[in-house]
């Protein structure tokens, strides 16, 4: 085959050496070339469809719809809808609850030999089972009961399937309405409720024998992700009281590298709420608008905002990672699945913002500035978030001022940075029910000054204090028959007579331990505890809790099953062994862990029966100077709109923190005719206006209409002008008019800086005089990444068929919604012509047009060649140089596009009128590759 490479190349020839125009234009424009222009500054590029809508309507009424998106109705772009639909994913509402959670123990059987036949029944008594906590498997690093003998190989048989099984209550069958298993598995497995089949994956046989192999070895665990599985009709098999949950796992062969099982079952009244995966499937919204909608322009400046107003997905999901409430619920729930949720809450978080910014992309500025400074996403980016009363932090003041309002050192100092930064105190965020969480602009001006689980009251249940029997680690308390750390200890059953008697909180090194253990300090690194408590789920609170302040870190048990343990301790064992030394340390005042007991209701035994409270508590070091544990268990109820932290259907937004407000005079841009002073003694909520009162207050000066005209004028019209040239005048004459023109516009309307009404004036669709119209400006411009992947798309009619097209972008240099600095990518051309660019440019377009898998497109040649009459590859490079060049391609590139669709892979004459099917149509492929691959292609 041709070198294409080598073609496009020698197109490409004189590229690098000028970037300032492709050709020499015209001095006036032919209809045809303003409707390419205007598609492809308004638009991603011409599409045969929009020529033909503008080319019948009109240019100046396409510009005026383009203006007024709210005119286009797009409720039937069934393409647009589902392309976008396929971006969302379903997830377990927020009001599920858990029969049985990751971390349970399990009965299991080894699939050596065929388990009993009644072994998933409810009547089956699996005494002689060994048992073990979920995930079960090995090779993952992510199992807890590791089966090391599973595996076949020389040294060992090894053996295809494990039986599990566990047993839940449910007090009444009758209000579970939707059910679903949540599994994370390798290879194939069979799920029974009661002994019935609910589910199947990967797995023949009825039932399947124990050395049945599985029937693929794909699975969740390879790509760190489970499943949710609906399971509504199962719901019928449960009955009131005890029932049991079984699986059988198999592998895919004897020798595999590893296998995993970890399932969960949970019910909900709502069903499966949709949420974004993660922030590819945000990046792809760009791509889909911008090839697919109607409403180009408004595609074009959402995308421009989003750029302007530059955030970093990565450290927003850094930031909720560290969350202590998140720490805590990787350890209760598995990390995979947690980082998964938390992935989608930042990937929200950034789709949140973006779908602002997008719906309100020709509104106001003012607006679009305050929801920037109050989204989430920017209050973590630019460190809002640490912004506090005694301790300012001036990164979000500086940009504001530097990136987003004013530009570099416009009418602005140090000192006013130095200010702003005290107005921006107490800015922060909280989680809310999607339901509560009020528009903007309500959510800026009126923010919620409550975290996101307020309480109310609450009534202790369990407070510290005496009843506690303990054992110190100079060994373990129980072993089993294998000599190995038993659960014994845990159970009700237990005698603990023997055991000392002592008060919460235990420890020493703190001076706030009742029982001091004087005695631990260089010798034992352990202490376990075990008490008889009533818990009464009953009470008319929201929510029961065991709260536990620990150091270095702990497990704890509920009447011989472990419910919890501290992040620290994950890979410890079940149980861990008295002489585990806590890898990472812990300090009380770092967070208290909680663990919601309703959720462990079929655990608990009702009033007046005890129950069995047992925690293991183990240090960082034999040496470590302190240890604590302070358990408590309490009732609470919870304000108004409160929401746990990690809900993950909950709704991140803006909190002001009024405790954390410097409320003291402030001054800005002192001794100026733009002076803002804001008093001292703005008090609660009122605090918040000393920020809000500065942002609206930059809407209204020139140095922000100076800025965003000159970024508005540097993305529709040219690169020529600068806030630098624009001050001294040294920009061409035509483009000072314009801008001079555009920042009138922006002071026209009542509230200053309507993006709408300074675009009309910047594109002048009536009159068609101003600069954007000079043949200088056609064509000068070179297309972003984004530009060009959506052009060539538009161009050739193609359809996006899979999800890897943003990881084209991020070759090409792009990677929106992920930019480490705040300045957002470059607009001006020259930043985006390197050789490396300009090969994955190339190497997009060629495979885009023969259809393959690294362009993630398709389109139809044949459907072109049927509705354009297009026969001779003469019919194609004139279709092409109609609709992409507006017929202004030279001579001699035509005559390029000719010489190589006429010759074969070694370069020999091989005329296209003598090839047939397959070979025919590959060749008018690779030359339209060739065509999108030109100099001309990569302006706009």
Request: aromatic residues 10%.
């Amino acid at each position: 085959m041709k070198n294409l490479y080598f073609v496009s190349a020698g197109l490409l020839g004189a590229f690098c050496l000028s970037l300032s125009v492709a050709e020499e234009r015209a001095r006036s424009l032919t209809e045809d070339q303003k409707i390419g222009h205007v598609l492809n500054r308004l638009a991603y590029g011409p599409s045969l469809g929009d020529v033909s809508r503008v080319r019948e309507m009109g240019i100046a009424a396409y510009i005026e719809e383009q203006l007024h998106p709210e005119r286009i109705d797009e409720s039937g772009n069934r393409r647009l809808q589902e392309a976008m639909d396929q971006r969302n994913l379903d997830m377990i509402p927020g009001s599920a609850e858990f029969l049985v959670r990751q971390g349970k123990h399990w009965h299991y059987f080894k699939g050596t030999v065929e388990p009993p036949r009644e072994w998933a029944q409810p009547g089956f008594k699996p005494t002689a089972w060994p048992k073990g906590p979920s995930g079960f498997g090995y090779g993952d690093d992510d199992d807890r009961t590791v089966l090391e003998d599973m595996q076949g190989g020389e040294d060992q048989r090894g053996y295809l399937s494990l039986y599990v099984r566990t047993e839940f209550d449910v007090p009444d069958p009758s209000v579970i309405r939707n059910l679903f298993l949540k599994v994370a598995y390798d290879d194939g497995f069979v799920g029974y409720l009661n002994g019935h089949e609910i589910l199947r994956v990967n797995l023949r046989g009825n039932p399947p024998r124990h050395d049945q192999v599985a029937s693929s070895s794909s699975g969740t665990v390879e790509r760190g992700e489970h499943d949710t599985f609906p399971v509504k009709d199962a719901a019928r098999f449960l009955v009131k009281g005890r029932n049991v949950l079984a699986f059988q796992v198999h592998n895919h062969r004897i020798g595999s590298s590893d296998l995993t099982l970890i399932p969960e079952l949970a019910h909900a009244p709502d069903p499966p709420a949709r949420v974004i995966e993660g922030v590819r499937q945000v990046q792809e919204r760009m791509h889909l608008r911008g090839v697919y909608s109607r409403k180009q322009l408004q595609a074009v400046l959402g995308e421009f905002w989003e750029n302007h107003f530059c955030t970093d997905f990565d450290k927003v999901e850094d930031y909720i990672d560290d969350l202590p409430a998140y720490e805590r619920k990787q350890t209760a729930e598995g990390e995979d699945r947690v980082e998964r949720q938390i992935a989608s809450e930042a990937a929200g978080i950034e789709l949140q913002e973006y779908e602002f910014f997008y719906e309100n992309a020709l509104g106001h500025f003012g607006d679009l500035l305050l929801y920037s400074a109050t989204s989430p996403s920017m209050l973590i980016y630019l460190d809002s978030v640490l912004n506090l009363k005694g301790e300012p932090n001036e990164n979000y003041a500086r940009e504001i001022l530097e990136l987003y309002a004013f530009g570099v050192d416009n009418r602005y100092t140090q000192r006013d940075i130095e200010e702003l930064a005290r107005c921006f105190t107490g800015w922060t965020i909280r989680k809310m029910a999607s339901e509560d969480q009020p528009g903007f602009p309500k959510s800026a001006r009126e923010p919620s000054t409550e975290p996101s689980l307020a309480v109310a009251n609450e009534k202790v249940l369990m407070d510290l204090g005496p009843g506690w029997k303990y054992f110190k680690g100079f060994r373990e308390p129980v072993r089993d028959r294998q000599g190995k750390p038993s659960f014994a200890w845990t159970k009700r059953s237990f005698n603990d007579r023997l055991w000392l008697t002592g008060r919460t909180g235990f420890g020493y090194g703190d001076d706030d331990d009742t029982t001091v253990l004087r005695d631990m300090q260089g010798r034992y690194v352990s202490l376990y505890l075990r008490k008889a408590v009533p818990i009464d789920l009953s009470l008319s609170h929201e929510d029961v809790v065991l709260e536990i302040a620990y150091d270095d870190g702990y497990v704890a048990y509920l009447n011989g099953e472990e419910i919890g343990r501290s992040a620290n301790m994950l890979e410890a064992g079940s149980p861990p062994p008295f002489d585990h030394i806590v890898p990472r340390n812990h300090e009380v005042d770092e967070g208290v862990d909680v663990i919601d007991l309703r959720e462990l209701a079929s655990l608990i035994k009702s009033p007046p029966a005890l129950n069995t409270l047992a925690f293991q508590v183990h240090n960082g070091s034999r040496s470590s100077s302190d240890l604590s544990i302070r358990p408590r268990i309490v009732a609470r109820n919870y304000k108004p709109g409160s929401i746990p932290l990690t809900d993950p259907l909950g709704t991140w937004t803006f909190r002001f923190r009024p405790e954390q407000h410097d409320i003291g005079r402030k001054t800005l841009f002192k001794g100026t005719e733009h002076e803002i002073q804001l008093p001292a003694g703005r008090r609660g909520r009122a605090g918040v206006n000393d920020a809000i009162d500065v942002i609206d207050a930059m809407s209204k000066h020139p140095s922000t209409a100076e800025f965003i005209v000159v970024k508005l004028l540097n993305k529709f019209v040219s690169d020529e002008i600068s806030l630098e040239t624009y001050h001294a005048k040294s920009a061409p004459p035509e483009l000072l008019a314009l801008m001079d023109k555009a920042i009138a516009a922006w002071f026209s309307t009542p509230r200053p800086g309507h993006i709408g009404t300074v675009l009309e004036t910047i594109l002048d669709p009536v009159n068609q005089e101003s600069f954007f119209w000079s043949p200088r400006a056609v064509g000068a411009k070179i297309k972003t990444p984004i530009e060009f992947i959506n052009s060539s798309y538009r161009a050739l009619g193609a359809e996006i068929v899979a999800g890897d097209l943003t990881e084209r972008m991020e070759d090409m240099g792009m990677d929106l919604f992920r930019r480490d600095d705040p300045d957002g990518y470059p607009e001006l051309g020259h930043e985006w012509m390197d050789t490396h660019n300009l090969l994955e440019r190339m190497r997009f377009c060629q495979d885009l047009a023969v259809n393959g898998n690294y362009a993630s497109g398709r389109w139809s040649i044949q459907s072109l060649m049927r509705g354009e009459n297009l026969e001779s590859a003469e019919d194609f490079v004139r279709y092409f140089d109609r609709l992409a060049f507006q017929g202004q391609l030279p001579e001699r590139r035509k005559s390029v596009f000719l010489d190589f669709v006429n010759t074969d892979d070694e370069g020999y004459a091989d005329p296209l009128a003598d090839l047939k099917g397959i070979s025919r149509i590959r060749r008018l492929q690779q030359m339209v590759g060739i065509i999108l691959s030109t100099q001309e292609f990569q302006f706009q």
